[in-house]
């Protein structure tokens, strides 16, 4: 019984110390800042889909003028994995590296700049439609996963208060 006692204790203790945190996103200004970022995306399939998930994670609001535009240049590669004794690659790596520029709307001056870079695998099936398919869903999930680190780091950076920070 003594023992629980003092686990009971020593996780008071521990909470007590959290007693001024306060969720991210618990702060109005730094959803109604995300919300009216206006992003410029290279063409193409993937930054299409890395502008439709950062809309998506920003909760985009199209009806305000936006405060700040985000200007990003994209990287891809792709390297077989797992080579078959014929020369033939059944999985893929896909590497995408986003880079993004924030400034602000009025003074064009930058504000924030940072990278963010995401790996994964894929397998690369025989048959043609099923490789492409598969191809395609790696660059979906890349751009998500590109999308929420950007927004996590823009969401920590209009919380702290910070003017400028340096790229990555």
């Known amino acids: 019984m003594s023992r629980f006692l003092a686990l009971a204790l020593a996780s008071t203790v521990a909470?007590?110390?959290c007693a001024g945190f306060q969720p991210l996103y618990a702060q109005p200004e730094v959803v109604r800042n995300l919300a009216a970022i206006q992003v410029t995306a290279p063409s193409g399939r993937t930054g299409y889909l890395i502008r439709q998930h950062l809309d998506d994670a920003f909760a985009k609001d199209h009806s305000v003028a936006p405060t700040y535009t985000m200007d990003l240049s994209l990287g891809e590669a792709r390297y077989p994995r797992g080579v078959r004794i014929d020369n033939v690659a059944t999985r893929y790596e896909y590497v995408l590296t986003a880079s993004y520029a924030l400034r602000d709307v009025k003074s064009h001056a930058l504000a924030k700049?940072?990278?963010?870079?995401?790996?994964l695998t894929y397998d690369s099936a025989d048959q043609p439609y099923a490789s492409i398919s598969a191809q395609q869903d790696a660059q979906d999930r890349a751009a998500d996963e590109a999308a929420r680190r950007i927004e996590l780091e823009l969401a920590v950076w209009l919380a702290t208060g910070a003017k400028v920070a340096a790229a990555k």
Request: charged share 20%; hydrophobic share 30%.
């Open 15 to 17: 909470l007590g110390g």
């Open 113 to 119: 700049q940072g990278q963010v870079r995401v790996e």
